[in-house]
Structures are given as C-alpha cells and as structure tokens.
T-cell receptor, first 113, second 116 residues
Framework: AQSVTQLGSHVSVSEGALVLLRCNYSSSVPPYLFWYVQYPNQGLQLLLKYTTGATLVKGINGFEAEFKKSETSFHLTKPSAHMSDAAEYFCAVSDRGYSTLTFGKGTMLLVSP | GAVVSQHPSWVICKSGTSVKIECRSLDFQATTMFWYRQFPKQSLMLMATSNEGSKATYEQGVEKDKFLINHASLTLSTLTVTSAHPEDSSFYIC????????????FGSGTRLTVV
C-alpha cells in the first residue's frame, strides 16, 4: 500500500522568502508523484509531476520539486514566495498504472507581507 | 488542456432529499472518473472509481446505496447523494484520468453540499 506524509500542516513564510513544503512517500516500487494546489472552495490544480527521467521537475508558477529515491522524498520549493501562493498544497502518489491517487493530508502555506 | 466541468458549485438541500452532482469532460473522453470527498481542512478521500459503462467500485466504508454513481457516457459521470443528511455536508470533487496527458489526472472545481 502507498502512503504520503506531508510534514507540517501549516507553513508560514514572508513574501520573497524561500518556500519549502515537505513530502515523503512510502511505496514498494517507485511511484508517480504529484503536487497539487487548492484555493478555497475550488478543485485541485496540478503544479508538477514526476513520472520518469530528470529527477528535478519544474512546474507552474515558479515551483519545482526533486525526486530523491534514496530519501523517498519529493519536496516542493519556490525561491521567492508571493502573496498569491497562499493556498493548500497536496502531495500525491499513484502507482505506475495510474490507478488511483493517494493524497497527503495537505499543507497550508501562509504568506505574510 | 483537459477540462472537467463540475456542477453545481454549491447546493443547499433539505434533509431527506436527493442531490445530483455532474462532471463533464469537455474536450476529452473520460473513461475513468474518480469521486472524492473532502471535509473542512482535511485531505481528499477517495469514495469511488467509475469506468464508463460499468458499475462503480466503492472504497471501503462508502455506502453504495447512498452515493449513487453513474458513468453512462465517456463525457459524463454523476454522483447522486440520496436521502441526504447533515452529516453528508461536505465538498465533493471529481477527477478524470486523461489519456492525452500521458494518463495524468484533471479535477473538477468541486461542489459544496450543505444539508439542512
């Protein structure tokens, strides 16, 4: 069975500061990995995903994540936070058959001026 | 890109009534649709997986007679909450697997259901 652990239910940063949201997964085989963002009362928007190839993945809005197999991690980063980045972020995994997504509990990113 | 249109965005209904939520794939064929439920400040919990033309597969603990899922066409899947009760109040989101996107996933905008 797969599982996802997101460290920190809330992360607070100042505008312009580095954003780091942590995600660790548990899977018997290397999974596909995703980061989604959710704004209040809205669906999920894909930020980026890792399937194969380069382990450093660049996504939308300046976000990127690095797949580290040895650490079973897929942390999300952004060099400089913007007020509009304040939202809930979910890390998710699926098996390589794209059957179902397993989500982490989410991390609320708070950005202060 | 692949878009899933979900309606309604929000609905308020009385206890005992039924509510239907629709998800339509606008520019692709959704052979598989996933239905999630999200409680406030919590993660998404998969309720069921539906494949076009066949019965949905429900996750453990989800009442199939209460949450009726129909996936009769490649562009439409519906979730009907029957005999709704206040504890059914939640945020419901659909998601489709997109073949054109190397089988990635796209999500509807969600439906806020409030049962009074």
């Amino acid at each position: 069975a797969q599982s996802v652990t997101q460290l920190g239910s809330h992360v607070s940063v100042s505008e312009g500061a580095l954003v780091l949201l942590r995600c660790n997964y548990s899977s018997s085989v290397p999974p596909y990995l995703f980061w989604y963002v959710q704004y209040p009362n809205q669906g999920l928007q894909l930020l980026l995903k890792y399937t194969t190839g380069a382990t450093l993945v660049k996504g939308i809005n300046g976000f990127e994540a690095e797949f580290k197999k040895s650490e079973t991690s897929f942390h999300l980063t952004k060099p400089s936070a913007h007020m509009s980045d304040a939202a809930e972020y979910f890390c998710a995994v699926s098996d390589r058959g794209y059957s179902t997504l397993t989500f982490g509990k989410g991390t609320m990113l708070l950005v202060s001026p | 890109g692949a878009v899933v249109s979900q309606h309604p965005s929000w609905v308020i209904c009385k206890s005992g009534t039924s509510v239907k939520i629709e998800c339509r794939s606008l520019d692709f064929q959704a052979t598989t649709m996933f239905w999630y439920r999200q409680f406030p400040k919590q993660s998404l919990m998969l309720m069921a997986t539906s494949n076009e033309g066949s019965k949905a597969t429900y996750e453990q603990g989800v009442e199939k007679d209460k949450f009726l899922i129909n996936h009769a066409s490649l562009t439409l899947s519906t979730l009907t909450v029957t005999s709704a009760h206040p504890e059914d109040s939640s945020f419901y989101i659909c998601s489709a697997r997109v073949r054109q996107d190397n089988y990635g996933y796209t999500f509807g905008s969600g439906t806020r259901l409030t049962v009074v």
